[in-house]
């Protein structure tokens, strides 16, 4: 049998991509391992420093595989709960506390918890003919996978209320404009914008741009002050990193810097 996810490492990149493009690489038991297995690889290999998401055949990511949901009458109810706290949640945790830039490249619709791994990963690059559909309202259920945190924080409650109880296909224009996103791009050109992108982040200062992210997300909890002591603390850990003495010296000597990530 074919494995459900691929996942390729080169010159500091990973690429992970959803394998199981007959269903929209929606996601069963075995496709949650594997992809555990993958991200676990991707997070103790000290060459990967950007992870690249992406889906095979024509979709990203179709969220739940629902022929796996034995909802017959008669049938005990499936603990949903138990999915996501033992499932989804390590998933998208595990995504967003990687220290190392994710970028994500939406080839094709993005559905459920499909839309919203996209929505966590760090630069979210979608194909024009992509789209975004929060389609948990459709069938009883509530956006998961970060989908209630992420929808108002990238786009406002109005939006997020209109995704989220409509359950709209969000074309990948749209949801450039609306800043859900970080760009639409041609769909010949995602993947080469995609590695582009990833191999640049490789070759740049890793451990800061794994604190940038930590400052980031911790921003929506904080207060003013509050972020500022953070910064004080996450500036003392950048300055005592290599690549910080090689940014330094560099610009001084008018060289291009070379970072290790260290
Ligand atoms: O259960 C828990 O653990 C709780 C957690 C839930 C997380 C969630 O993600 S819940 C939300 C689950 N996802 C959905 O409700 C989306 C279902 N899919 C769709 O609405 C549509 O497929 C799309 C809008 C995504 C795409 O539509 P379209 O017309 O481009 O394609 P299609 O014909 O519907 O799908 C193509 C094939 O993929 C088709 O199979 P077939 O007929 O060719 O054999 C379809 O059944 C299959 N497929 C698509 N999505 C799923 C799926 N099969 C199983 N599960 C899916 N989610």
Known sequence: TQPSILLEIDQGVALLTLNRPDSLNSFNADMHAEIRNAISQVRKNAEVRALVITGSGRGFCAGQDLSDRNVAPGAEVPDLGESIEKRYNPLLRSIRELPMP??????GVAAGAGANIALACDITLAAKSASFIQAFCKIGL???????????????????????????KIKAEQAESWGLIWRCVEDDQLMEEAMQLARHLATQPTKGLALIKRALHASTNNTFDQQLDLERDLQRLAGRTEDYREGVGAFMEKRTPKFKGQ
């Open 102 to 107: 994710v970028i994500c490249a939406v080839n």
């Open 142 to 168: 509530i956006p998961d996978s970060g989908g209630t945190w992420s929808l108002p924080h990238l786009v406002g409650m109005a939006r997020a209320k209109g995704m989220a109880l409509l359950g709209d």
